[in-house]
């Protein structure tokens, strides 16, 4: 069973750069044809969609944040990662990793649990 | 960019109620859609991808049905465990985006 699990520091900086991981587990990052993705949702509100990348490192990003995000992928570590620069207390909010099954869909079939980042000084 | 149209925002239902929840784009989709359960605290879970599949181990009282623009979410018979909330959300092209979310309360 694939599990995936988000860490990374719990409160960023205003203007500084936010760094999550997440590590896959129960099954190797570079089998199938998946693809992995951040999803952020602001306390209280709905869910926004950061990105996605490929293990061949192949990427798609969401315009909004499109200048500030890279994800990247270390398929030695099985985990993947998400790099947000510049940060603003509207970058505040519960960040998810998924799963991307990619050959039968491109729903987000497994979530991580979540991990809750505040941007506050 | 895709906008969705999720209503009613706000459902209150009892058990055993069959309830549906639509999802409208702004514009065709086919059946690049899927939909989501979320409890508070807790990830979104994966009910229902090509706007009618049911994901794996998911009850069968819930089903999906549309395609182009509109899109409905049914469930058939309303359980205890289904009050949460629920998205919907479009895979056709980039940036993926969600509905604003309809939250099922007890009535």
């Known amino acids: 069973q694939v599990q995936l699990q988000e860490s990374g520091p719990g409160l960023v900086k205003p203007s500084q750069t936010l760094s999550l991981t997440c590590t896959v587990s129960g099954g190797s990052i570079s089998s199938g044809s998946y693809y992995w993705s951040w999803i952020r949702q602001p306390a209280g509100k709905g869910l926004e969609w950061i990105g996605r990348?490929?293990?061949?490192?192949?990427?798609n990003y969401n315009p909004s944040l499109k200048s500030r995000v890279t994800i990247s992928v270390d398929t030695s570590k099985n985990q993947f990662s998400l790099k947000l620069s510049s940060v603003t207390a509207a970058d505040t909010a519960v960040y998810y990793c998924?799963?991307?099954?990619?050959?039968?869909?491109?729903?987000?079939?497994?979530w991580g649990q979540g991990t809750m980042v505040t941007v506050s000084s | 960019v895709i906008w969705m149209t999720q209503s009613p925002s706000l459902l209150s239902a009892s058990t055993g109620d069959r309830v549906t929840i639509s999802c409208r784009m702004s514009?065709?989709?086919?059946?690049?859609l899927a939909w989501y359960q979320q409890k508070p605290g807790k990830a979104p879970e994966l009910l229902i991808y090509a706007a009618s599949t049911l994901q794996s181990g998911v009850p069968s009282r819930f089903s999906g049905s549309g395609s182009g623009t509109d899109f409905t979410l049914t469930i058939s018979c309303l359980q205890s465990e289904d009050f949460a909330t629920y998205y919907c959300?479009?895979?056709?092209?980039?940036?993926?985006?969600f509905g604003q979310g309809t939250k099922v309360e007890i009535k």
């Open positions: 990348i490929y293990t061949s490192g192949s990427t």
């Open positions: 998924a799963r991307v099954p990619g050959s039968v869909s491109d729903a987000f079939d497994i």
């Open positions: 959300q479009q895979y056709y092209s980039f940036p993926w985006t």
């Open positions: 514009q065709g989709i086919s059946s690049y």
